[in-house]
């Protein structure tokens, strides 16, 4: 649910990043971050094991327009993919506005894909969503590797919904703005219909 700040006149939205561990969730926003125009992008908080995983979240406000006279704002979030931070993930959902869902591509990965998405469907009926009502979109990460599964099949078992998804390479930023703006603008729409 979007926060309003009436004295700052701003709108704040939150996007969450959900995946497996590695899958490159945090590899996104990095990106994002590097990609941006400084006056357009807050700080860029990442918490990290010794092993570089996300341990709790990155946080990353973006500016994107503004909807009668109010700025919006983005706060972009990843969730720790492993499973020992159940927790972690269930307090980043709460407040969503939209969720990116990040799919490994490899093979040997679909298992974790699968088990993260329905873990997402738990996680969020836990905070009082549902996947079907929430602004919702796919990237399918990770396509220059070799031994990954097409994208047909990855669309077949993960995009039961039918969302529109993307194809991504987030080293290279293949696939991520338009992951991203996908998502904003879904959540835009949703703001307007009740502003």
């Known amino acids: 649910m979007s926060f309003i700040n009436y004295s ?55 500016a994107l327009g503004d909807i009668k006279g109010f700025r919006v704002r983005f706060h972009l979030y990843t969730v720790p993919g492993q499973v020992f931070y159940a927790a972690s993930r269930k307090l980043i959902l709460k407040g969503v506005d939209g969720v990116v869902f990040v799919a490994d591509s490899q093979l040997e990965r679909m298992e974790s894909n699968m088990e993260s998405l329905e873990d997402l469907k738990i996680n969020l009926a836990e905070q009082g969503y549902e996947l079907e009502k929430l602004p919702y979109t796919i990237q399918y990460n990770k396509r220059d590797l070799p031994n990954i599964v097409p994208v047909e099949e990855m669309d077949k078992l993960l995009n039961i919904r039918r969302v529109t998804w993307f194809e991504g390479v987030a080293v290279t930023g293949k696939g991520v703005f338009e992951t991203l703006k996908a998502v904003a603008r879904q959540v835009l729409f949703e703001l307007k219909k009740h502003y």
């Open 8 to 62: 700052s006149r701003e709108i704040n939205c939150k996007i969450v990043y959900y995946g497996p561990g590695l899958c490159g969730k945090t590899t996104n926003l990095q990106y994002i971050y590097r990609r941006t125009n400084p006056e357009q992008k807050g700080k860029l908080i990442s918490l990290a094991t010794e092993s570089e995983r996300t341990l709790f979240f990155d946080f990353l406000p973006l």
